[in-house]
């Protein structure tokens, strides 16, 4: 366990933060999203690196 492979780590890091970042300031920003704001919120920042995936695809409104 003490010999974690960083070169393989860092990146994924990285893409979960700066995916957690947009979709929160797109969240804040946007008036019509499919489904409750709140459930949003939350299914961005606790499902890691998927739930910011699923807000794009699913949660804004095609309008």
Request: charged share 10%; glycine share 6%.
């Amino acid at each position: 366990m003490s010999q974690i492979n960083w070169a393989v780590i860092a990146p994924l890091l990285v893409i979960q933060g700066i995916l957690l970042i947009v979709a929160l300031i797109d969240w804040a920003k946007a008036d019509n999203i499919n489904g409750p704001k709140w459930m949003w919120f939350f299914i961005i920042v606790l499902v890691n690196i998927i739930g910011p995936v699923l807000y794009f695809i699913f949660g804004r409104s095609k309008d």
